[in-house]
């Protein structure tokens, strides 16, 4: 009897870690992302940079995004994933790749609460992310070369608002 009650207490203890692990879906605990996408023109040069990229990735988030005026209360970095051929949009530093044929990318989800209980940015909260995003971005390479040499034509870093679905729009 008292093994049954162990076995029992030892499974239901590892449900519990197994549903905690796979926690809760990210995107649906904010309704505002940034989009960050790392590319560099071939696999070895796109992962070394985007390992420096993400190094640096939260202290510009709390110094760039973050700062005042508040438009954001706090950022929180998701999930990431890695394509080995892409395109990318644009160049946020405004560089073009010098070959586009085997680009990879990493990038990451960012979810972002905005403060005190607003629910959305309007149009010129829009344009101060949008110029922070290039400000992030500038850090972040400015950062990288003063500790390694690259080729700005080698990498990019780009920086995409996307607005998730309201809380009354989820399943």
């Given at each position: 009897?008292?093994?049954?009650?162990?076995?029992?207490?030892?499974?239901?203890?590892?449900?519990?870690?197994?549903?905690?692990?796979?926690?809760?879906?990210?995107?649906?605990?904010?309704?505002?992302?940034?989009?960050?996408?790392?590319?560099?023109?071939?696999?070895?040069?796109?992962?070394?940079?985007?390992i420096k990229v993400e190094n640096r990735l939260?202290?510009?988030?709390?110094?760039?995004?973050?700062?005042?005026?508040?438009?954001?209360?706090?950022?929180?970095?998701?999930?990431?994933?890695?394509?080995?051929?892409?395109?990318?949009?644009?160049?946020?530093?405004?560089?073009?790749?010098?070959?586009?044929?085997?680009?990879?990318?990493?990038?990451?989800?960012?979810?972002?609460?905005?403060?005190?209980?607003?629910?959305?940015?309007?149009?010129?909260?829009?344009?101060?992310?949008?110029?922070?995003?290039?400000?992030?971005?500038?850090?972040?390479?400015?950062?990288?070369?003063?500790?390694?040499?690259?080729?700005?034509?080698?990498?990019?870093?780009?920086?995409?608002?996307?607005?998730?679905?309201?809380?009354?729009?989820?399943?």
């Open positions: 009897m008292l093994g049954q009650v162990h076995n029992a207490s030892k499974s239901n203890l590892k449900s519990e870690w197994e549903k905690w692990l796979k926690g809760v879906d990210f995107h649906k605990q904010y309704n505002h992302f940034i989009l960050i996408e790392c590319v560099g023109i071939d696999k070895q040069i796109g992962e070394d940079f985007c939260r202290i510009q988030l709390i110094t760039t995004i973050e700062e005042d005026p508040k438009l954001v209360e706090y950022s929180h970095i998701g999930s990431y994933w890695v394509k080995e051929k892409c395109r990318p949009k644009e160049n946020l530093l405004g560089k073009k790749l010098k070959n586009t044929d085997k680009v990879f990318c990493k990038y990451w989800s960012v979810g972002l609460r905005l403060p005190h209980g607003k629910k959305d940015f309007d149009k010129a909260e829009i344009n101060l992310l949008e110029e922070r995003f290039k400000k992030f971005g500038e850090r972040i390479m400015e950062g990288i070369k003063n500790k390694i040499k690259i080729e700005e034509d080698s990498v990019g870093l780009n920086l995409f608002y996307e607005k998730g679905r309201e809380d009354n729009d989820r399943e």
